[in-house]
């Protein structure tokens, strides 16, 4: 997508700071961050919502939240994160592409958890909602096909692949 922002760190055509990457994702530093070490991890294929990702991809973009998040352990020995997306206009999605932030948290920062996100209890019984979302015509999986299969490549350790694809993203800089 040419004018979304995140689509063009992935092009990099902006430059950011990474703190991770692999093939399909990019975790960053967020330029306005909420904590220190607050980190997004986007996608470098453009999608809107986890809803419109096929399971690799998924797969791949988690992989690396986990990565990214024992480095800013590692770098700024925080107490625990938030760990979250937020999705479509109504959870907060500022920027339509996939992101999730990593957001560290010490003890004492004064912060909440998911449950201080929003306060909207249900005004019927667990079972009526329940019943709703169970009555639901099922979701289809439709997880989109595969991309092509390429040609084998050596096989490299993940580590070294990490340290390779960073120093030539910050060649970039
Ligand atoms: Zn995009």
Redesign the pocket.
Known sequence: ?DD?I??KIARREIAVKAVGMNDSAIAFLDINPVAPGHTVVITKK?AATLMDMNDADIASLFSLVRTATRQIKAGLKCDGFNIGLNQEKAGGQAIP?VHVHVIPRFDGDGGGSMHSIVRNPPKENIDAVYKKIKDAEPVKEQAPEPEPEQEAKPVEKEEDRTKKMLKDWELDL
Do not use: E, L
Request: with cysteine.
């Open positions: 997508m979304c995140f689509c453009h592409h």
